[in-house]
């Protein structure tokens, strides 16, 4: 399973490699707006410093979303993005000029990540267009009462059923227990903000149990 952290800050991202499970970064415009950057230029060094973040590995990218909403202007957009850095897969929200777009840029081979995902349809369409990544949002769709697991579970089904290529990113995680929702079905990655990552391995007996262990090691060990 894939872990994405889904922020546009650098300093959250350093930290979050620390770890060492971290696979690869998605941002969206509402992050990058965040960010203390005001033009397309700034923007497109963030990326790139998101991407020397993650170091030399090829296996790890870069989710940078695209802003327009003409066909021309994504396809344009796209391509410039994506010259940017190898790490870089461009997102594109699932509409159907978004769906052109990723056909368009598939068959160049240009890694996409069709977003905004809250359909099976959307998902379908975005595997037959290409999309390396499809990114159902799951919190969204639990805040306004729709089951957002269900809708992940559904996507897998469709793409094992025809052998699709296309990769779920579980994206718009609230708390842990989506994550782990998430793995019990095999889903293939999530994305999500850096806290809820943390608190996957928070455990308070494992705080006390600590803490009871080296208590009793000291009282008897000394060196
Ligand atoms: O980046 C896409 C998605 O993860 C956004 O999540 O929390 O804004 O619904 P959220």
């Given at each position: 399973m894939k872990f994405f952290i889904d922020t546009a800050n650098l300093d959250e991202i350093k930290e979050a490699k620390k770890m060492g499970i971290?696979?690869?970064?998605t941002t969206n415009p509402s992050l990058i707006a965040k960010e203390s950057i005001y033009?397309?230029?700034?923007?497109?060094?963030?990326?790139?410093?998101?991407?020397n973040i993650l170091g030399k590995k090829n296996s790890k990218n870069v989710s940078a979303e695209i802003v327009s909403v003409d066909y021309l202007d994504m396809v344009q957009e796209g391509e410039e993005i994506s010259s940017l850095h190898p790490k870089i897969v461009v997102k594109i929200p699932a509409t159907e000029n978004?769906?052109?777009t990723i056909k368009y840029l598939?068959?160049?081979?240009?890694?996409?990540?069709?977003?905004?995902?809250?359909s099976s349809g959307q998902a379908l369409l975005a595997a037959k267009s290409g999309s390396y990544y499809v990114s159902p949002f799951l919190g969204r769709l639990?805040?306004?009462?729709?089951?957002?697991?269900?809708?992940i579970k559904e996507i897998k089904t469709i793409y094992s059923l025809y052998r699709f290529d296309t990769k779920i990113i579980a994206a718009s995680i609230r708390h842990p227990l989506h994550i782990i929702e998430c793995a019990k079905i095999g889903i293939d990655a999530i994305t999500s903000p850096r806290n809820i990552i943390?608190?996957?391995i928070n455990?308070?007996?494992t705080k006390i149990g600590l803490e009871k262990f080296l208590k009793d090691y000291k009282k008897k060990i000394r060196n």
């Open positions: 971290l696979d690869g970064v033009n397309k230029n700034d923007i497109y060094k963030h990326y790139i410093s998101i991407c978004g769906i052109k598939s068959k160049k081979n240009i890694k996409t990540n069709c977003t905004l995902i809250f639990d805040d306004i009462s729709q089951n957002g697991l269900d809708l943390s608190n996957l455990h308070p007996l």
